[in-house]
Every structure is written in structure tokens, then in C-alpha cells.
């Protein structure tokens, strides 16, 4: 499967915006999804994941309450929509995919167990 990520912008502080990751060459709905993200001079870290549609959903806890992933199988697309951002939230956001999604809770947060990425896009947010 490929990934092709967008909808990065700038926004002020205390505003919102929502990414988008497109899937093409396989069915979405057969993989786990995530997001991760660099932050400027940081390792890449987990932001949010989502195994299967109407599924249980990990969020870091720097996001929640903040933060929504979600998933459209049928568009074969993984939203995150970001609430109530953070200058500290400006970062590079990847998303990414593994196939299947029947695996213990750590394997989903764990970056280095998703085998497809997008090609990342950027999020700024102003103070």
C-alpha cells in the first residue's frame, strides 16, 4: 500500500486543523493505521492509531483531548483531526500502516513495527 499524506498547514495557537492520508494499491481496510511525528531536533514519536474501523483507538497523552484519528475505509482514507493546538505540536506528521490489526496494545504505538509510510506534512503552529 502507498500513502500520500496532506492538509499540513500553518494555524495560530488554540486553532484546528485536520491531515489526511490517502491509501492507494491495497485494501485499507486489511492494514492498521497511525500517525507519527517529528518535531524540530526530536526523535519521531507516536501520535495516534487506529487497528480497524469503528475499533479502539491509542492516543499519546500529549494529544488527548485534543486529537482524533479516524478512518474511512471506503475512501480509503485516516484522518487526524487536531484540536486546540500547540506551538509544541509543530512537527513533520507521517502516516503510516502495517498489515493486519490483531496485535498487542504496545505493537501499535511502537513505530518501527509499520512497514508503509507516507512522505510526511508539515503542521506549524504560531504562539
Known amino acids: 500500500v502507498q500513502l500520500q499524506a496532506s492538509g499540513g498547514g500553518l494555524v495560530p495557537a488554540g486553532g484546528s486543523l485536520r491531515v489526511s492520508c490517502r491509501a492507494s494499491?491495497?485494501?485499507?481496510?486489511?492494514?492498521?493505521v497511525g500517525w507519527f511525528r517529528q518535531r524540530p531536533g526530536k526523535e519521531r514519536e507516536f501520535v495516534a492509531a487506529?487497528?480497524?474501523?469503528?475499533?479502539?483507538?491509542y492516543k499519546a497523552d500529549s494529544v488527548k483531548g485534543r486529537f482524533t484519528i479516524s478512518r474511512d475505509d471506503a475512501k480509503s482514507t485516516v484522518y487526524l483531526q487536531m484540536n486546540n493546538l500547540k506551538p509544541e505540536d509543530t512537527a513533520v506528521y507521517y502516516c503510516?500502516?502495517?498489515?493486519?490489526?490483531?496485535?498487542?496494545?504496545?505493537?501499535?504505538?511502537?513505530?518501527?513495527?509499520?512497514?508503509?509510510w507516507g512522505q510526511g506534512t508539515q503542521v506549524t503552529v504560531s504562539s
Open positions: 503510516a500502516a502495517v498489515y493486519g490489526a490483531y496485535y498487542a496494545d504496545s505493537f501499535y504505538v511502537d513505530g518501527s513495527e509499520y512497514d508503509h
Open positions: 487506529m487497528p480497524r474501523s469503528n475499533g479502539r483507538t
Open positions: 494499491g491495497d485494501t485499507l481496510r486489511m492494514y492498521a
